[in-house]
Nanobody, 112 residues
Framework: QVQLVESGGGLVQAGGSLRLSCAAS????????MGWYRQAPGYQRELVAA???????NYADSVKGRFTISRDNAKNTVYLQMNSLKLEDTAVYYC??????WGQGTQVTVSS
C-alpha cells in the first residue's frame, strides 16, 4: 500500500521552530528522492527542500540556513526542521516521494 503521512504542522510565532515528519511506505521511500513542498494561498506549489537516498540535499534560497531536511532510511521517514520561522513561511507543506507520490499536506501557520 502506497502511503505518505505528514505530521508536525501547527501554529507558531515568528522566530519559532517546528519539525515536520513524513512517514512513507517502504516501496515508495527506499531509493527515492524525498522532498518537501509548500503552497501558500494564491501561489503555486514550490520546492522547499529535497534529499536523495544517499543524503544529498537541495534547498530553496528562501529557506537556506533556516530549514534542514533529513531522512531516516530505517524508519522510512523524512523530516523538515524549520527554525527562525517567518510570516512568509505560512503554507500547506506537502511531502513527496519520487516523481509522483504526494502526501495530504500539513498546515504551518506563522503568526506575528
Amino acid at each position: 500500500q502506497v502511503q505518505l503521512v505528514e505530521s508536525g504542522g501547527g501554529l507558531v510565532q515568528a522566530g519559532g521552530s517546528l519539525r515536520l515528519s513524513c512517514a512513507a511506505s517502504r516501496i515508495i521511500f527506499s531509493g527515492n528522492i524525498m522532498g518537501w513542498y509548500r503552497q501558500a494561498p494564491g501561489y503555486q506549489r514550490e520546492l522547499v527542500a529535497a534529499i536523495t537516498s544517499g543524503g544529498m540535499t537541495n534547498y530553496a534560497d528562501s529557506v537556506k540556513g533556516r530549514f534542514t531536511i533529513s531522512r531516516d532510511n530505517a524508519k522510512n521517514t523524512v523530516y523538515l526542521q524549520m527554525n527562525s520561522l517567518k510570516l512568509e513561511d505560512t503554507a500547506v507543506y506537502y511531502c513527496k516521494a519520487g516523481p509522483r507520490h504526494w502526501g495530504q499536506g500539513t498546515q504551518v501557520t506563522v503568526s506575528s
